[in-house]
């Protein structure tokens, strides 16, 4: 047994048994303040923090339930056990509600009084480590990333997720790879009653088939090869949060009844374990795969793609978001590099197949390849515009509506000695258009 002393407060006006027992505590090398009166051990508990307080429930001045009630308010985190010379259950009952831990009716042995002390202790640390563990994940939390988006579709999606994250309900989230699937679910997560606690996640593509289940579900020891130990799954991880199921497409077939039960009792099995246990867990699901075609070709249960379907968000592409693209490059970018135009303008032509995620990757490569300007040599191949040679060899092999677009833009250049923005003005571009025109048919003024 731990041998850490503790502080005590006893609350009991038959002094001789008091005596006894804060002789009893000492003696084991406990910390012990005793007083006669309800009003004297509030007045205690007002100076220090206890770890413990022995009460007894028929004191002159204040009642049992009054102190009790005092003593919460005061010291919310000390354990409390009342004693009592009547054992009666009214007054147990009555204790419980009120917070007190444990109720012992006198006479009783004093090693039973320190036995439950000390599960009054161990409880009271248990509910301090939670709480540190809470203050631990609150402060460590990344904070969730800003969807950025003033699009018409972006702002369709907000309206969604606004609607849908107070509720409980399972949630699908359709879109290309890239597109920010669980940046959706972080934002349901955290509007949800639930967003106090950390949202699980887990990735079905990532894992070998054989181990979804074993990561989804848990398994008992023994249950099959290399199970040395039980491990509770994500479900029981994710016990009155949300579990975030990315690319659910890929969950095999064989496991999808499995999901199913969850979805509609709470109920699930360990691998291994005949014993049934019962989660509370929101499902969001994500996929990029067209879940209707998988079901009609066999690949996804229907009655489990319309139970994680209540609510479906399809993402946009980046392609298809106009000028969030631009707003995307520039938050990216921060405010330690600026983009030549060039540069800007290969970003924003650019189909963006691997859509935000790539976006990210591109900018974050090129701000370490760069100093403070990034140029469009900084960027991968796949944004270098063609050479001057190459433009000329489109001419001869285009035709003259090539030649006539370089020869006219040379003839507006010279017309305005050079001066890119008043030639951009007559021609109807942009002037980073201009720049990128120029380099394409290898203009040079």
Known sequence: MDNKAFDILFV????????????????????????TSGQD????????????????????GLSGLELVQRMRD??????????????????????????????????????????????????????????????VIDRTKRPAAKMLGECEPMKKVFRLIDRVAPTDKPVLIEGESGTGKELVAQ?????????????????????????????????????????????????????????????????????????????????????????????????????NRHLQTEVAEGRFREDLYYRINVLAIDLPPLRARGDDVERLVDHFLGDQHQLDDDARAALLDFAWPGNVRQLINTIERAKILSDDVIMIE????????????SSHADADSEGSLVTLQRDHIKEVLEQENGNKSAAARILGV???????MMKQHGIEM
């Open 74 to 135: 005061s010291n919310p985190d000390t354990e409390i056990i009342v004693l009592t010379g009547e054992g009666s259950i009214e007054n147990a009952v009555e204790s419980m509600r009120r917070g007190v831990y444990d109720f012992l009716s006198k006479p009783f042995p004093m090693p039973e009084l320190q036995r439950r002390c000390w599960a009054a202790m161990e409880r009271r640390r248990l509910r301090k480590e939670n709480s540190q563990l809470r203050e």
């Open 41 to 60: 051990g509030i007045s205690q508990c007002e100076k220090r923090d206890f770890d413990i307080a022995v009460l007894d429930w028929n004191l002159p």
């Open 430 to 436: 942009e002037r980073r258009k201009l720049y990128r």
């Open 187 to 287: 934002a349901i997560h955290q509007g949800s009653s639930r967003g106090g606690r950390p949202m699980v996640t887990v990735n079905c593509a990532a894992l070998p088939e054989q181990l979804v289940e074993s990561e989804l579900f848990g398994h008992e020891k023994g249950s099959f090869t290399g199970a040395t130990a039980a491990k509770p799954g994500l479900f029981e991880v994710a016990d009155r949060s949300t579990l975030f199921i990315d690319e659910v497409g890929e969950l095999p077939l064989a496991l999808q009844p499995k999901l199913l039960r969850v979805l509609e009792d709470g109920s699930m099995r360990r691998v291994g374990s005949e014993k049934e246990r019962r989660v509370d867990v929101r499902i969001v699901a994500a996929t």
């Open 378 to 389: 900084d960027l991968p191949d796949q944004f270098e515009p063609p050479s001057a040679d």
């Open 12 to 35: 009991d006006d038959d002094s001789d048994f008091a005596s006894g027992c804060v002789r009893w505590f000492e003696k084991n090398g406990h910390r012990v303040t005793h007083t």
